[in-house]
């Protein structure tokens, strides 16, 4: 907690010195900006067309660096649960044994950090199988037909209603959803959206910090493609941008979201700093790295290609070029650099 | 068993009512004894279950004008931060002074049904019945929070905090609206991501394309004249099922 406000009180410091060192080095700035970008004419389009391709969040390199990133604190992540209280085991173990067991907690871990998918939203179901004039008027109430089998995969289960029209059609998604929590009901999912998804409710639970008890019941409540769902995560994701509080969610398997969304909309600043605010300077390359996969066609990215950069180079290239502040990241970097010459001497 | 006998008490004394005013109705004149009658049948199917109904839902409106009357009831919330409240109960939770008498060592399994019948409250009413400006909301969070078990999350036995069957009802659908609401942590399941195909390419969920104009020559799908049997298998299932065909 005071390290906390210390650190909180350190950066404000710099933060003011920053504001100071931009206004006198306002030109220098611009000038160096013209410099970037004046270099994108120079690479073949030939090798455009293959490296400007860009990335989407299921690829094995996007992941791999996502897991990187989000870390792993065993502690935040075998949290103790609320559940129902059994007397504690003891067991005595061996080295190798101790080494095995710590070895599976790391794969389960592992399993827990495993990332929901970032899929595209679901285009509405509009199709009328069948137009029977005959059966017009016959009831009052819709019909809806549901495919029981068990062991087919719910997105391959036929779900059709004969309207009081006589139209027979395809259900719609939300019409899905709901008849497939009635037959093969899922735990915890209530057949309604819970009051907590309005935005009153969602205020009062960002305010007090529970942002990933909101993300939770998301997941549980929502197929990932659905609106709700996008719409919860984007309501979660902008206040944890606004107010800074990217720590809430890291070493959680909710972390890869946030930074996927961050990276789409190419507002990483406040991510970046706050890393290396907590001396995460591995992440944060990896990080720029995602950025310039994922935007291949922005200043930083075309310019690290040119350079070959790597490591802290493609952090000062990201400052120079994409950044809205810069000084900020300029700073950290030069105090990271200026602690690994003095250790190193 | 107590409404029972109440009733079985109750319709003699009506029966001697209907029967004094009959006899009344027998010395006045006759030609009055239609319009007095009515009122004598009225009363002989007063049965006793209405009563009850009406006094049953005079009960939930005895409980509840109850906590109507107190200061707190537009916001019960404020009442656990206010002087009487923690002169009264300390941090402690509000049932941890109660004690329930009952006979013998083992208390009985279910605590009462409920504290107020009729308007009137028992004697050592529950924690919840005994202060009127304890009222359970889903927004009073930090009353239901004494309720629920800080180690495990589930909502404490009656027979352990004391409150009646009614109160104890009322405590879980608020607790549970509350949940809902995000206002008190729940516990939720892992949500398992692996083998799931989000392609949506699937004819129940995609679009299909429209059957093909009807040609009766053609067969409707494709495979179905070129299939053949297996011509060892047919010979064993008919050697099989001899008897049974023709």
Redesign the interface.
């Known amino acids: 907690m005071a390290a906390r406000c210390a650190g909180r009180a350190l950066s404000r410091a710099a933060r003011s010195v920053i504001n100071a060192e931009y206004n006198r080095a306002a030109r220098s700035q611009t000038v160096q900006r013209l410099t970037c970008t004046a270099a994108p004419g120079s690479s073949s389009s030939g090798q455009d067309a293959d490296r400007l391709k860009a990335v989407q969040f299921a690829d094995a390199e996007v992941q791999d660096i996502l897991n990187r990133i989000t870390g792993l604190d065993l502690n935040k992540v075998f949290q103790p649960v609320k559940q129902e209280l059994k007397p504690p085991k003891y067991r005595l173990l061996t080295d190798t044994q101790l080494e095995e067991a710590a070895h599976k907690a790391g794969t389960q871990a592992k399993k827990l950090l495993k990332m929901p998918p970032v899929l595209p939203e679901r285009k509405p179901i509009e199709e009328v199988l069948c137009e029977d004039k005959m059966l017009e008027g016959m009831d009052k109430a819709k019909y809806v037909f549901t495919d029981i089998t068990y062991n087919i995969p719910h997105r391959e289960r036929f779900i059709v209603v004969r309207e009081p029209s006589g139209t027979l059609r395809k259900a719609s998604w939300e019409e899905r959803d709901r008849l497939l929590q009635v037959y093969f009901p899922k735990n915890e999912r209530k057949l309604t959206p819970p009051p907590m998804f309005k935005e009153e409710n969602l205020k009062v639970m960002f305010g007090q910090n529970r942002h990933h008890a909101v993300l939770n019941y998301c997941l549980v409540q929502f197929e990932p493609d659905s609106a709700e769902f996008k719409r919860v995560h984007a309501l979660t994701y902008e206040d944890i941008e606004k107010n800074g509080k990217y720590n809430l969610l890291w070493s959680t398997r909710l972390f890869g979201g946030l930074v996927w969304h961050l990276i789409s909309s190419q507002r990483i600043d406040g991510l970046l700093s706050d890393m290396l605010q907590r001396d995460r300077v591995h992440d944060a390359e990896s990080l720029v790295h995602l950025f310039n996969l994922a935007h291949p066609q922005s200043d930083s990215a075309l310019q690290a290609q040119q350079q070959q950069a790597s490591g802290l180079e493609l952090l000062k290239i990201y400052a120079d070029c994409e950044c809205q502040r810069p000084g900020f990241i300029k700073l950290a970097l030069q105090v990271y650099e200026q602690t690994k010459t003095q250790s190193s001497a | 068993m107590a409404a029972s006998i109440r009733s079985i008490v109750r319709a003699p004394s009506r029966i001697f009512l209907v029967l004094q005013r009959i006899h009344q109705t027998q010395v006045t004149v006759g030609v009055l004894r239609a319009p007095v009658i009515t009122p004598v049948i009225r009363n002989f199917f007063y049965s006793s279950k209405l009563l009850n109904l009406e006094s049953s839902e005079k009960n939930d409106h005895g409980v509840e004008s109850l906590k109507d009357l107190s200061r707190y009831k537009d916001k019960p919330w404020k009442y656990l931060e206010s002087e009487e409240y923690i002169e009264r109960y300390g941090s402690k939770p509000v049932w941890a002074n109660y004690r329930r008498n009952h006979k013998g060592g083992i208390p009985p399994q279910k605590t009462r049904k409920t504290c107020i019948r009729r308007g009137k409250t028992c004697g050592n009413p529950c924690p919840i019945c005994r202060d009127q400006n304890i009222i359970i909301h889903y927004q009073n969070v930090s009353l239901l929070q004494q309720f629920i078990s800080p ?4 909502v404490y036995d009656p027979t352990r905090t004391g409150v009646c069957m009614r109160q104890q009802k009322r405590l879980n659908t608020a607790i549970e609206t509350a949940k ?4 008190i ?7 398992d ?2 083998g ?3 392609s ?1 390419s ?4 995609a ?2 394309p429209p059957p093909p104009s009807k040609t009766p020559d053609e067969p409707w799908y494709s495979w179905y004249g070129s299939i053949e049997p297996n011509e060892h298998e047919l010979a064993r299932v008919k050697k099989i099922y001899k008897s049974y065909l023709k």
């Open positions: 180690y495990t999350g589930f809902l609401h995000g206002l942590p729940t516990q939720l399941p892992f949500v991501y692996t799931e195909d989000y949506n699937h004819g129940a969920v679009h299909t």
